[in-house]
Nanobody, 114 residues
Framework: QVQLVESGGGLVQAGGSLRLSCAAS????????MGWYRQALGKQRELVAT???????NYADSVKGRFTISRDNAKKMVYLQMNSLKAEDTAVYYC????????WGQGTQVTVSS
């Protein structure tokens, strides 16, 4: 079955960096667009970034220039490098793939202290 397992979250001071990882299995990773979403407490889940099979990327305006999404098809991994973190980046971050429906990982908490 489809599995997405996120890791790499934690507590960091404003201005710091974190790198999130997502290990994917149960589907043909190399032919599917992958994404990172986040959900802050009391808010709706929102798109952070996506990466296509060919490596094209798309970012939410709020993270452009600070976050970088990447993928390793051989390892079936997706990464989110987050730099210059702000308090408003605090959220649970989820890995996503859209197949017959949306699939999500369990999420990893990112907390940025100001």
């Amino acid at each position: 079955q489809v599995q997405l397992v996120e890791s790499g979250g934690g507590l960091v001071q404003a201005g710091g960096s974190l790198r999130l990882s997502c290990a994917a299995s149960g589907f043909i990773f190399s032919i599917n667009k992958m994404g990172w979403y986040r959900q802050a407490l009391g808010k709706q889940r929102e798109l952070v970034a996506t990466v296509t099979t060919g490596g094209s990327t798309n970012y939410a305006d709020s993270v452009k220039g600070r976050f970088t999404i990447s993928r390793d098809n051989a390892k079936k991994m997706v990464y989110l490098q987050m730099n210059s973190l702000k308090a408003e980046d605090t959220a649970v971050y989820y890995c996503n793939v859209k197949l017959n429906r949306d699939y999500w990982g369990q999420g990893t908490q990112v907390t940025v202290s100001s």
